[in-house]
């Protein structure tokens, strides 16, 4: 549980409905430029959806593959809030700063627990593993 009134989750909802959009534009802009996909992304389908991250990466865009995965912490977020662990630290437990929950309204981790996943999986967050 966290102390975030309502009327920071609903700004920090916002803030993620918002980068939504643009994630959402730029994927189909991006994937229309390859005329093979263009029926496909005339309906971006749910985030979730492994076949639209198979595309992606099929479609080896870097930048398409960035997005995905912002969408998809997107969705992760709007599912903490709907769970109420929104805005807690997912290792620790400790309330993540309503500052970095502002600047990083996807954030699941505090500012040392991100400094230490991010040490330790680096070459996840490289892409190696795809
Ligand atoms: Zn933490």
């Known amino acids: 549980m966290t102390s975030l009134t309502i009327e920071k989750l609903d700004y920090l909802k916002g803030l993620l409905d918002q980068r939504e959009d643009t994630l959402r534009n730029d994927i189909r802009r991006e994937v229309n430029l390859q005329d093979d996909y263009t029926d496909l992304a005339s309906e971006v389908p749910d985030p979730g959806d492994s076949s639209f991250a198979n595309l992606a990466v099929d479609l080896g865009n870097a930048a398409v593959t960035r997005d995905l995965m912002e969408l998809r912490a997107i969705k992760a977020a709007r599912s903490r809030m ?3 662990t929104y805005g807690t630290c997912i290792e620790c437990g400790y309330e993540i700063p309503y500052e970095r929950m502002e600047a990083q309204p996807t954030a699941e981790r505090c500012a040392p627990c991100q400094d230490v996943y991010e ?9 190696a593993s795809l």
Do not use: M, S, Y
């Open 82 to 84: 709907e769970q109420k």
């Open 119 to 127: 040490k330790t999986h680096i070459d996840a967050l490289k892409g």
